[in-house]
């Protein structure tokens, strides 16, 4: 079990070593998507700003992921 999520967490690493702005790019096309529900009657989904807060948690994870690698 345990090789297993070593040998996942090394191919999502070689990944994302090429790709270092997919995931703060996927962030700030949550943010802006985030933006664009406001204006749309989606009820929780615009109220809670869920897609705000996976994109911001999203761009930090992914800059601080390139700066590791």
Not at 13 to 38: C, E, W
Request: proline residues 3%; without cysteine.
């Amino acid at each position: 079990m345990i090789q297993r999520f070593s040998r996942f967490l090394d191919r999502l690493s070689d990944y994302f070593a090429h790709r270092k702005g997919l995931l703060p790019m996927l962030g700030i096309v949550l943010v802006l998507a985030n933006f664009i529900t406001q204006f749309l009657p989606l009820g929780w989904l615009a109220s809670s700003d869920l897609l705000l807060h996976l994109g911001i948690i999203l761009a930090i994870l992914g800059i601080l992921l390139a700066w590791a690698l």
